[in-house]
Structure formats: structure tokens, C-alpha cells
């Protein structure tokens, strides 16, 4: 298996983040996406908008590859509020893992792990003393991922337009000491131990 990393992207990687997120997006995310969104992706445009937002952004590489990405940085007020909109007392200190994404080819290597091991530790040294992270309902691969670095929901939920189409996402909060694990075990995804 060729070396792993993350490191911070740099504007040369949007197209590769571009086809992360459409390979995502059109793939395991087909079904709960509005069909405009994953119909018609536009590569070009989505590329230049990473291009442009590259703070905040790093990227998980096997070998040469780009295989993934995550964005992470403060959380803005709307993020951390409860569902009538009080915010936390804490809200200046949290952190906002606004996506992480893994290439379905490259899944199960660890590099959402990394990535998100890698964003804690940005946020903490950015003054976070925890993350919330937002994902779609109806996405238990994430949730299970989250549930594993010991974020759980924290009964928040929003409905987003997407598209003409309500996007339903619920918010996970958890700790920001995070350390690298391997990927789960047979026995953590429920499957008979041989």
C-alpha cells in the first residue's frame, strides 16, 4: 500500500477535491441529494470555488492520489444555536468540521480517520475546545464514522434547500483530542468474528 497523508491543500487541488465531492455526491450520496445537485454537477464551477477556499482545507493522499478532503474551522453562530436559536455560552469555542469526504474507492484505509484527527488538532490549536460537524440524516456511514471518534447528536436538526428539496441534517458534537484509529473491526461493524 503506498503512504498516506494529509496535508493542506493548495489551489492546484481543487479539480482533485472537485471529483472527490462529485464522486461522493453522485455515488453514496445519490439518494438523499436533490437530483439537481448531483445531476448536474458542475466540475468546472465547484473547482474554482475550492480553488478560492483553500483556508481551512486539507486533503488526505495515498501516493500521489488525492483521496479524500475536510474543511474545518470556527463555528458560526447558526451552527452551535438549539433549535430555537439560543446559543451556547461556549460558541466562541467550537469548532465547525464543515465537510469530510472519502472517495468510496478509497474507503476503509483510514484516511477519514487521519482527516479528522488532523482537523481536531487544527480547531484545538485554533482555541476549539470541541467540534460539531452537521450530517445528512439519512447518512448512516457518517454517523457511524462520527460515533467512533466519540461524537454523538446532540438532538439538533435542521432542514436545508437543497435544490427545491428538503435536506434534512442533524448536528453530532464531540471531543477534539482525537487520535488516529485504524478502521473498524469485524466486530464493531456487527459482523461475525472468523
Given at each position: 500500500?503506498?503512504?498516506?497523508?494529509?496535508r493542506p491543500?493548495?489551489?492546484d487541488?481543487?479539480?482533485?477535491?472537485?471529483?472527490?465531492?462529485?464522486?461522493?455526491?453522485?455515488?453514496?450520496?445519490?439518494?438523499f441529494l436533490?437530483?439537481?445537485?448531483?445531476?448536474?454537477?458542475?466540475?468546472?464551477?465547484?473547482?474554482?470555488?475550492?480553488?478560492?477556499?483553500?483556508?481551512?482545507?486539507?486533503?488526505?493522499?495515498?501516493?500521489?492520489?488525492v483521496?479524500?478532503f475536510?474543511?474545518?474551522?470556527p463555528?458560526?453562530?447558526?451552527?452551535?444555536?438549539d433549535a430555537?436559536?439560543?446559543?451556547p455560552?461556549?460558541?466562541?469555542?467550537?469548532?465547525?468540521v464543515?465537510?469530510?469526504?472519502?472517495s468510496?474507492?478509497?474507503?476503509?484505509?483510514?484516511?477519514?480517520?487521519r482527516?479528522?484527527?488532523?482537523?481536531?488538532?487544527a480547531?484545538?490549536e485554533?482555541?476549539a475546545?470541541?467540534?460539531i460537524?452537521?450530517?445528512p440524516?439519512r447518512?448512516?456511514?457518517?454517523?457511524?464514522f462520527?460515533s467512533?471518534?466519540?461524537?454523538?447528536?446532540?438532538g439538533?436538526?435542521?432542514t436545508l434547500?437543497?435544490?427545491?428539496?428538503?435536506?434534512?441534517?442533524?448536528?453530532l458534537?464531540?471531543?477534539?483530542?482525537?487520535?488516529?484509529?485504524?478502521?473498524?473491526?469485524?466486530?464493531?461493524?456487527?459482523?461475525?468474528?472468523l
Amino acid at each position: 500500500m503506498a503512504i498516506a497523508h494529509v496535508r493542506p491543500a493548495t489551489p492546484d487541488d481543487a479539480a482533485a477535491v472537485t471529483a472527490v465531492q462529485r464522486e461522493v455526491w453522485t455515488g453514496a450520496w445519490a439518494s438523499f441529494l436533490p437530483a439537481g445537485l448531483t445531476e448536474g454537477f458542475d466540475d468546472e464551477a465547484v473547482a474554482a470555488a475550492w480553488a478560492r477556499s483553500v483556508a481551512g482545507l486539507v486533503v488526505a493522499t495515498e501516493g500521489t492520489a488525492v483521496v479524500g478532503f475536510a474543511l474545518a474551522g470556527p463555528a458560526a453562530p447558526e451552527d452551535t444555536a438549539d433549535a430555537v436559536g439560543s446559543v451556547p455560552d461556549d460558541a466562541g469555542s467550537v469548532g465547525l468540521v464543515a465537510t469530510l469526504l472519502v472517495s468510496p474507492r478509497w474507503g476503509r484505509r483510514g484516511h477519514g480517520g487521519r482527516l479528522l484527527v488532523s482537523t481536531a488538532a487544527a480547531l484545538r490549536e485554533g482555541g476549539a475546545i470541541r467540534g460539531i460537524t452537521w450530517v445528512p440524516e439519512r447518512d448512516a456511514a457518517s454517523r457511524a464514522f462520527y460515533s467512533r471518534a466519540g461524537w454523538a447528536p446532540d438532538g439538533t436538526v435542521r432542514t436545508l434547500d437543497a435544490g427545491g428539496r428538503p435536506l434534512r441534517e442533524v448536528r453530532l458534537g464531540g471531543p477534539l483530542d482525537l487520535e488516529f484509529a485504524p478502521e473498524p473491526t469485524a466486530a464493531d461493524l456487527g459482523l461475525p468474528l472468523l
